[in-house]
């Protein structure tokens, strides 16, 4: 008997009420932004802003304006953006005892140019979406409703960051994708936080397992700090001529993850389709993976938008928070404490029982539930459930927050099962004590089909967040971690499939 429970789950399919939509959103190679980009050859560096200079003026005005004829209609403000590239190579300028000031307008322009180059952010995949309520939601016709739809876009390299697209969906959930914007733009990043020293020390060690020369730069600040202060403090300890290359590789390291908390600013006449979130610190410079985005509501009724994502620089995850009220404005932070690691990260939509509360997989391979009086901070974590069907086996995680329902709080989740492929599946919490499950679906809501199969990663559907709309529970997925699309279930049809404990 047990034997053929074991096959029966293994092989069967989906939730038949499930419906599948046939709209299809696959990367686009057009999309592409401007990247500095600078040898590591110090001399072949010198060489080329060499060359450039000893160019006339008249040769300058040449390749500059065929730089510029070719470029500037697939960026915004591509003067902008060489002008800014000159001044992240302006010391070695100077390192060359040239004076800045004799070098004309369309020099330092064409010097930008030469480093600097394009890079097409979904050239690869667009997949492992997440939809929220838009905050704007005026100029629309009776029923409809407009979305957010957050993407992890890959390219070149397998470098992920955060791409929007926008949507209206009508009465009948009919959704219609809005045309996305011909530019993509960069924000301006701002470095403004305010450190705590005990929680950026912590975190660095327990990242990069190091504090030696981490002591010698936090003993020279208060226990509150900036980042000029920071980089004050890190000055005086390079001149320390005892200073071994470990030492100055970690100090490195150190400045690099204070980036990691950041603020980027969008300008106001970008479309939201134009907008991405491309790696700006160390600690996500092989990319800003699977944001799972949520319209939490405060205790003031006012709403704010969330995002918890994994920020990978090839070695290490950090997990992190995304925050903004507008789409314009995003603020981004690491998540501190015991429990706050590994991938998969979910806020609640609202405090629970005056906490805040995560789904997290912090050992990898079962679901769990932390509360936290702060949003930054996770110290406790509860287990709330493991792998039970074969279709589970290998390792659970959620599929994006908690929706809140009348019978009880709704967690999609993922999982993986035999030959490595993933299924969505769905359990229910209760409303006043989410850390107990009180139902739960024993037969995947969703894994690939025939068409679904194939892609980056064979027999793959993922999710980072789904929505209720007209009884009808909304699921944007990806598909074999190359494309995305999405599926509806009415939210009558899955409460019926759903065994109650």
């Known amino acids: 008997m047990y034997l053929e429970f074991i096959y029966f789950k293994i092989m069967s399919v989906s939730v038949k009420k499930v419906k599948r939509n046939p709209l299809r959103l696959h990367p686009n190679s057009k999309r592409i932004i401007t990247r500095f980009y600078r040898s590591s050859d110090e001399e072949r560096v010198e060489m080329i802003i060499k060359n450039i200079l000893n160019l ?32 992240e190579i302006k010391e070695i300028v100077k390192r060359l005892r040239v004076n800045d000031i004799t070098i004309s307008k369309k020099k330092k322009l064409l010097i930008g140019s030469y480093f ?12 492992n979406p997440s939809i929220v309520l838009d905050p704007d939601q005026f100029n629309l016709k009776k029923g409809e409703t407009r979305v957010i739809i957050s993407f992890r876009a890959t390219g070149e390299g397998h470098i992920s960051s955060i791409v929007f697209r926008s949507a209206v969906i009508d009465e009948d959930n009919n959704i219609s994708i809005v045309e996305p914007g011909n530019l993509v733009e960069l924000p301006e990043t701002v470095k403004r936080f305010v450190y705590d020293k005990n929680r950026f020390k912590n975190k660095f060690e327990e990242i990069e397992h190091n504090g030696d020369v981490l002591n010698k730069i936090m003993e020279r600040l208060n226990d509150k ?28 390291k150190i ?23 491309f790696p700006v610190s160390y600690s996500e410079t092989n990319g800003i993976e699977d944001a799972r985005f949520v319209r939490f509501t405060n205790d003031n009724g006012k709403i704010t938008y969330y995002a918890t994502y994994t920020a990978y620089n090839g070695n290490t995850v950090l997990s992190t928070l995304l925050e903004t009220k507008d789409f314009y404005h995003f603020k981004t932070k690491p998540l501190n404490g015991k429990y706050a690691i590994d991938k998969g990260m979910a806020l609640f939509p609202k405090k629970i029982n005056g906490k805040y509360a995560m789904i997290s997989r912090y050992d990898g391979y079962a679901n769990y539930i932390m509360f936290s009086d702060n949003l930054n901070i996770w110290e406790t974590a509860k287990k709330i459930q493991e792998p039970v069907f074969p279709w589970e086996f290998i390792k659970l995680g959620n599929a994006g927050s ?72 909304i699921i944007p997925y990806a598909i074999s971690d190359y494309a995305s699309t999405f599926a509806t279930i009415s939210m009558d049809a899955l409460f019926d499939e759903m065994v109650f404990e």
């Open 116 to 127: 600097t180059q394009e890079y097409s952010i979904e050239s690869a995949a667009l997949f």
């Open 56 to 87: 006339s003026e008249e040769e300058t005005n040449f390749i500059l304006e065929q730089i510029l004829k070719t470029f500037s209609k697939r960026h915004r403000d591509i003067s902008k953006i060489l002008k800014k590239n000159y001044s």
């Open 255 to 277: 400045k690099w993850f204070a980036t990691s908390h950041y603020e980027v600013t969008y300008s106001l006449d970008t479309a939201l389709s134009e907008r991405v979130i």
């Open 402 to 473: 908690p929706l809140e329902t009348e019978k009880g709080w709704l967690l999609i989740t993922h999982s993986v099962g035999p030959m490595r492929k993933y299924s969505l599946g769905a359990i229910l919490l209760d409303l006043k004590d989410p850390s107990k499950v009180i139902a739960r679906l024993e037969d995947p809501l969703l894994t690939a089909n025939e068409e679904e199969r194939d892609g980056y990663v064979p027999n793959i559907v993922y999710s980072c967040g789904s929505i209720i709309l007209n009884n009808e529970l």
């Open 225 to 252: 700090f900036i980042y000029g202060e920071l980089m004050r403090s890190i000055v005086e300890v390079l001149k320390d001529e005892k200073l071994s290359e470990f030492d100055k590789a970690e100090i490195n």
